[in-house]
């Protein structure tokens, strides 16, 4: 008895629960609504990760037998970090997730079901900005024709060249700010399943 309440007062340890943290605090917004569980499982990855209870959803710190010292502790944390996630999802996913045994469990069965649905769209994102690219090469290959062979050498030529050169270049760097922001989102989802 003693050992388990070692660890239950030492900030170090996994089994610490601060006495402000409750089976209803809310630890990230918002709430999981399936068609964000990238966000939404990075968002909770960090919050566990600061109050040291990820190893509880990434298989770290896996069931006691039952004779150690910390099986209850582990119990009371377990069913903490449960209470956590159930809370940061919405009723109808709770719904589903309420009978699990193990936060691990809870996690393991949310990143099945729903991390595809993320891999799906992040295709058709690659999907399409394969598409802007290669729209992107065309419109350069004409605006560079043009450049190199302007037929007429008067000023009204000159303006609207230049007009649609300015405007080509605003397309053109709204094209690289979509590929950054969706490269970003590649990596972070490649990232969050090669923990």
Wanted: glycine share 2%; proline share 4%; aromatic share 14%.
């Amino acid at each position: 008895m003693v050992r388990n309440q070692q660890a239950s007062q030492d900030i170090e340890s996994h089994f610490y629960v601060h006495p402000s943290e409750g089976p209803h605090s809310e630890l990230i917004s918002p709430k999981f609504n399936g068609s964000n569980y990238l966000t939404w499982s990075r968002s909770m990855q960090h919050a566990l990760r600061a109050k040291n209870k990820l190893p509880f959803i990434n298989g770290a710190l896996p069931v006691p037998d039952d004779d150690d010292f910390n099986k209850t502790v582990w119990e009371r944390c377990n069913h903490l970090v449960q209470s956590w996630l159930i809370a940061s999802v919405s009723d109808s996913i709770a719904q589903n997730i309420v009978f699990h045994d193990t936060a691990f469990d809870v996690w393991q069965d949310l990143k099945e079901r729903f991390s595809k649905v993320d891999r799906i769209r992040i295709a058709k994102l690659c999907w399409r900005n394969v598409i802007l690219i290669v729209l992107f090469q065309s419109a350069l290959s004409q605006q560079n024709s043009l450049l190199l062979a302007p037929s007429q050498n008067n000023i009204h030529f000159s303006i609207c060249f230049l007009s649609k050169y300015i405007f080509f270049l605003n397309i053109c760097l709204e094209v690289i700010v979509i590929l950054r922001n969706q490269c970003r989102v590649f990596f972070l989802y490649y990232y969050s399943f090669n923990y």
